[in-house]
């Protein structure tokens, strides 16, 4: 069926088919897909740009202050780790600090058998609290494998506290 199109106040005269209904336009009524490049179609047709078919975008070049602690993890800083629930009648816990042999500790330090420095660190660790006052053995004890455990290691008794992922 012939169709006739209008081409008055056109610079150009060419016929163009859309490519999804097949309809004739005039040449300039046809545009690209923006998802399909090289697929021109009537204004009906075109589909808006999917922003998945874009390139992703580029991140942001953001620079935390101090995004790292400027000591190492086991340094006191600057207080205590507060502990809500209070745990035989602690209200504040030492910083865990790797245990070591032949050392005092006080009621409320805490230790982790691990050397935290060390590039081997099994995660999670485990936290160990100091709940009766000592000296520590020159071997270390052997420690509990589950929270809620005890470990006598000279003078000290540790208490398993819970198992600790470092950040």
């Known amino acids: 069926m012939p169709i006739f199109l209008d081409t008055r106040g056109r610079a150009k005269v060419a016929i163009g088919i859309c ?5 004739k336009f005039p040449y300039d009524e046809l545009f690209p897909d923006p ?3 090289g697929l021109y179609v009537c204004e009906d047709d075109r589909d808006q740009l999917d922003p998945y078919r874009l390139p992703a975008r580029e991140t942001e070049d953001i620079t935390l202050d101090h995004a790292r602690p400027d000591v190492k993890i086991d340094s006191p800083g600057a207080s205590p780790n507060l502990v809500a629930d ?5 209200t504040e816990i030492g910083y ?5 042999p032949n050392t005092p500790y ?7 058998p691990q050397n935290i420095d060390s590039e081997a660190v099994e995660l999670p660790q485990q936290w160990m609290v100091c709940t009766t006052a000592g000296t520590s053995g020159v071997s270390p004890p052997a420690w509990p494998e589950k929270p809620g455990q005890y470990a006598t290691d000279g003078g000290v008794t ?3 506290y819970y198992g600790v992922y470092l950040v």
Request: proline share 7%; hydrophobic share 40%.
């Open 19 to 23: 490519a999804r209904c097949s309809i």
């Open 35 to 37: 998802n399909y490049p």
């Open 86 to 90: 209070p745990l035989f009648d602690l």
């Open 96 to 100: 865990r600090t790797t245990w070591q």
């Open 106 to 112: 006080t009621r409320g330090a805490s230790v982790t």
């Open 158 to 160: 540790w208490f398993f």
